[in-house]
């Protein structure tokens, strides 16, 4: 553990106070909408929630990728996420001009990979969702990404991700620790992933991560490592670059937590040099000065830019300083272990299917 680490981590536990007073607000707030309250609104149509109960990146994206990928050729989808850092405010959905300043850099994501998904964004989800199906005319599911905390609507699925290395079980409130939410929250769950678990997690590990969480009877739980795809050219994806030993990577990232893609460099590339930047960082000319200059000053006859897919859509406006570039982007995806995938669409699946038919029933 280095001093920057060390520091930031007594620093935090000075701030215990603060830590039980905002755990004592949320524990208020939710009491409040258990006792109703405080009201919360459920929709007649398929809501999936995907969320956590901590701050920072435990995976949602590719989750609700995963999901997008599962259900837009059966349903007539949406996804509605905040779309943060933005440089807008409201309710937005994204049409063929949209960029990722207007929406999000997550948001665009799913709006160029997903051309036939609609994508929205707002701050509030209570007054998006009567608008999307407003405008989404025979809307049929809507996804919310990054929405477990948001009371106020009653989604008909909730799946709640945990990062492997830091299990909502073992974490306490922010901001001593990174818990946004109360530990009991996670009841109101169907579905919990355990998220950027090592591949070769062995069943021993899989069976007491399953009794520290304590899952309730109606709760699956299943675990996901990330799986990286092949990179492809931010301006043509059909070039691809196959990573290997001879390879010297500047990687260009602004995630909010790089290291499993540090450790996948670290085994597939000769050497990897970093250019980091806040999680959803709006890269402005000087960063791509900064970007050449580093890749530049790299000795190497096979090099290459390598990048995020959230970073790219907040890079692919500068074509002019790019285009000469050999910047790849590396996709990725969640991998289920112990063949978990089939059993885990099949829930989500089941459960669109069963929300129709009792619509339509009634």
């Known amino acids: 553990m280095n001093f920057n680490t060390l520091f930031l981590k007594s620093f935090r536990v000075l701030l215990l106070p603060f830590a039980l007073l905002y755990g004592w607000v949320v524990s208020l707030r939710n009491w409040l909408y258990q006792k109703k309250y405080l009201k919360s609104v459920a929709f007649n149509i398929p809501v999936i929630c995907v969320g956590n109960l901590s701050l ?3 995976g949602k994206s590719p989750m609700v990728e995963h999901l997008l990928q599962l259900l837009e050729t059966d349903t007539n989808l949406a996804t509605l996420s905040r779309g943060y850092k933005r440089k807008t405010r409201g309710y937005a959905l994204a049409n063929q001009t949209t960029t990722a300043l207007e929406i999000g850099d997550e948001p665009m994501q799913f709006h160029i990979k997903h051309p036939n998904v609609s994508v929205a964004v707002c701050e509030r989800r209570i007054e998006a969702i009567p608008q999307l199906i407003q405008d989404v005319p025979g809307l049929q599911t809507i996804i919310l990404d990054d929405a477990f905390q948001h009371r106020e609507i009653i989604a008909g699925y909730n799946i709640l991700l945990t ?25 109101r ?12 997690l062995t069943v021993e590990e899989q069976e ?3 009794e520290k969480l304590y899952p309730e009877q109606h709760q699956s739980v299943f675990f996901t490592s990330i799986a990286y795809e ?11 670059w196959v990573l290997t030993l001879r390879d010297e990577v ?18 597939h590339a000769h050497t990897y040099y970093q250019l980091s930047y806040s999680d959803h960082h709006i890269f ?43 910047m790849y982007v ?13 059993a885990f669409n099949k829930l989500v699946k089941e459960f669109v299917a069963n929300f129709n038919n009792t619509e339509n029933a009634q």
């Open 56 to 58: 920072g990146g435990t």
């Open 163 to 187: 990062d492997y290395n830091n299990l909502y079980v073992d974490d306490i409130f922010f901001p001593t620790g990174d818990l946004r939410d109360e530990r009991k929250s996670a009841k």
């Open 189 to 200: 769950a169907d579905i919990i992933v355990v998220t950027k678990c090592p591949a070769q």
């Open 208 to 210: 007491e991560i399953i």
């Open 230 to 240: 092949t990179p492809y050219h931010i301006y043509n994806p059909s070039d691809e």
């Open 250 to 267: 500047l990687l260009v990232c602004g995630i909010a937590n790089p290291q499993p893609l540090k450790d996948y460099l670290h085994e």
């Open 284 to 326: 402005s000319i000087e960063d791509l000065q900064e970007i050449k200059e580093k890749f530049e000053q790299i000795d190497a006859k096979s090099k290459l830019i390598l990048t995020t897919e959230k970073d790219a859509v907040r890079l692919v406006k500068y074509t002019e300083e790019l285009t000469n570039i050999p």
């Open 330 to 342: 590396l996709p990725i995806k969640p991998h289920f272990l112990f063949n978990g995938e089939a």
